[in-house]
């Protein structure tokens, strides 16, 4: 027997709208197969479907955002004025790009301009008041922030009472408060009214840059949809004409930086998707601000310098596998610890003094993957009497609120809903993380509990055909709001399970009905080999995937979770890992002649 390890929920089906179906079909000329995804996913008309579809861009008017004439007109009276301006972003991928997008539209309207990214070592997230007095005395006259400025009330509050104006762009978390500054534009601002709500950093920049030149700056959309993406925010509405069209233009990018950088990675510029960005490019530029300083990551999309831009990729590239080698290191030390505990509790907050400030919120999403529970990682500072560390949720458990339960004990934190960042000094960690503990308690009953899994529909393998799966590519660009379809295969039989890779750690099989085959792997689910055995039935929920090799392409299903009720017999005589061997819930184990009965809770 082999349970199942999120809890699955099919999406509600619409059988009583077969006719309105077979009209869109009509209408539509798209297969079955995609519109009855469409229809599941709540697109029910011809209408919504090719809006949905449509690839034509959709921008609202950047003067609907809360202050953005405000902001407009203090920056042209700096450029008249030839005042020099700070732009003040932040060291991951969003910042960086949201940091470019204003650097280039500044300087091409012939600005005084410079800029800053800080350093999460030296300077922390946001608005730092020492950084401020720095450039004030160096004489700049007016700071523009990008993706921060919201949780930064001293810095703020300085700069406007020296006379230096602090025009904000930022899309994170608003709390009770917000800093006197000369303006705020923010697609969440308590008085605003903008009709879409989830911008990232760079998308703020945008349409900054949309407002200061009068027309759509295509020339940015590259960057942006970078930051979009890197942020993980929702892919609908505005942030999905940001992808898909930023997509298009970086097929074609003049930028050398970039091109460059994608260049070392292979990529294949006919075939860049949302997936290149994720997987490729955003993990190099967030890898910069995590072990050092992100002010390379602006150099290189900025720079014409063939010479100069390789050796940024080379420095880039460095940097990168150093941080894959510390979150290795730092994840191994985390579970370790966490799998000495007796008990798991609804949220894990783990610290230590040796712990990489610039990896934790990679080893906080790593341990909710594993645990499926909210995680703080935090490093301990002896010298600063502090700890510093960055969290991950799970889905219906907003980080950011449990955070403000514990403002009074760490005035430093703030973020988004499944991801954030906070500061805590040392005499008061204990108290912090009493007020934390007492905040998750009425998730208890909700955590005890598996994670839900949204399954899209129920199909027979033999759906997931080569033209099925090149039709749902129609739905990118996938992410938050718009995730990847999700199907459900019930009661097929396998056939030739095997662990692969150097680590034993991908689970590959078929399944094979007719004359037809369907390759099925499961990324770090090889352990679950050990289960299976040809023939056996099973009951699975994957994603589809297109196996392109030398030329030719066949469908593959992405395994996320399987289930099995059947019996087995495994042959684990040779088998060296009694943890293994015990690890099953319930299990008849021979040994020479004696039969034991073991039951694992």
């Excluded at 959709?58 to 020099?84: S, T």
């Excluded at 700049?140 to 400025?149: K, R």
């Excluded at 509790?345 to 934790?360: A, R």
């Excluded at 129609?474 to 995730?483: E, S, V």
Aim: hydrophobic content about 40%; proline content about 4%; overall charge negative.
């Amino acid at each position: 027997m082999l349970k199942a390890n999120y809890e699955w929920q099919l999406r509600p089906s619409f059988d009583q709208l077969d006719l309105e179906k077979e009209q869109v079909i009509k209408e539509t000329q798209l297969s079955p197969f995609l519109v009855d995804l469409l229809f599941q996913r709540g697109k029910q008309s011809s209408q919504e479907i090719n809006d949905f579809l449509s690839e034509k861009p959709h921008f609202h008017d950047p003067f609907l955002l809360h202050d953005m004439q405000k902001a407009i007109d203090r920056l042209e009276e700096a450029v008249r004025n030839n005042e020099l301006i700070l732009i003040y972003g932040d060291y991951d991928a969003d910042g960086i790009t949201a940091t470019t997008i204003l650097y280039e539209l500044l300087e091409s309207i012939g600005a005084n301009v410079t800029y800053y990214l800080p350093d999460r070592f030296v300077d922390g997230y946001g608005p730092n008041k020492e950084v401020y007095a720095y450039y004030i005395k160096q004489g700049v006259q007016l700071i523009l922030t990008c993706d921060n400025g919201v949780a930064g009330h001293e810095a703020v509050k300085y700069a406007e009472d020296a006379g230096v104006n602090v025009i904000i762009t930022d899309h994170h978390e608003i709390g009770n408060t917000l800093p006197e500054a000369y303006a705020i534009v923010h697609p969440r601002h308590p008085e605003g009214n903008y009709p879409f709500d989830d911008l990232c950093g760079a998308g703020v920049a945008f349409k900054l840059a949309q407002a200061m030149t009068g027309g759509l700056p295509v020339e940015y959309l590259d960057v942006c949809a970078i930051g979009t993406i890197a942020d993980l925010v929702r892919l609908e509405d505005e942030n999905r004409s940001i992808v898909q069209q930023g997509l298009k233009v970086m097929a074609h990018s003049e930028r050398i930086g970039l091109m460059t950088l994608m260049k070392s990675q292979n990529i294949d510029l006919n075939h860049i998707d949302e997936e290149t960005i994720a997987f490729n490019i955003a993990p190099r530029l967030n890898a910069l601000g995590r072990l050092g300083s992100a002010k390379p990551g602006v150099e290189l999309l900025t720079s014409f310098d063939p010479d100069y831009c390789q050796e940024l990729v080379n420095t880039i590239e460095t940097t990168n596998q150093k941080r894959r080698a510390i979150v290795d290191q730092v994840s191994q030390q985390a579970i370790q610890t966490v799998e000495e505990w007796e008990e798991l509790p609804e949220i894990i907050i783990l610290s230590h003094s040796n712990w990489h400030e610039g990896v934790l919120g990679i080893v906080a999403s790593r341990l909710v993957e594993r645990y499926q529970r909210p995680s703080i990682i935090l490093n301990y500072n002896a010298e600063k009497a502090e700890y510093k560390g960055s969290g991950r949720s799970v889905a219906g458990i907003n980080l950011f609120k449990l955070l403000q339960a514990a403002k009074e004990y760490a005035p430093k934190s703030g973020g988004h809903a499944m991801a954030a960042g906070m500061t805590i000094a040392e005499d008061q960690f204990e108290a912090w993380k009493a007020a934390i503990y007492q905040a998750v308690e009425p998730y208890k009953e909700q955590l005890q509990g598996k994670i839900p899994l949204t399954i899209d529909a129920k199909i027979n393998a033999d759906q997931l055909t080569l033209e099925n799966i090149q039709e749902l590519n129609r739905l990118k660009p996938f992410g938050a709001a718009n995730p990847k379809p999700i199907f459900l295969i019930e009661n097929e039989s396998i056939s030739t399970p095997q662990q692969l890779g150097k680590d034993k750690n991908t689970l590959k099989f078929s399944l094979t009905k007719e004359n037809q085959q369907l390759e099925v792997i499961g990324f770090q689910k090889g352990n679950l080999a050990n289960y299976l055995q040809a023939g056996q039935s099973v009951d699975l929920v994957v994603e589809a995937s297109i196996n392109t090799w030398q030329g030719k392409s066949r469908p593959q299903a992405i395994l996320l979770d399987m289930a099995s009720d059947q019996k087995i017999i495994v042959d684990w005589r040779r088998e060296k890992n009694p943890d293994l061997i015990f690890s099953v819930l319930c299990q008849i184990v021979l040994i020479g002649i004696f039969i034991i009965n073991v039951i694992s809770e």
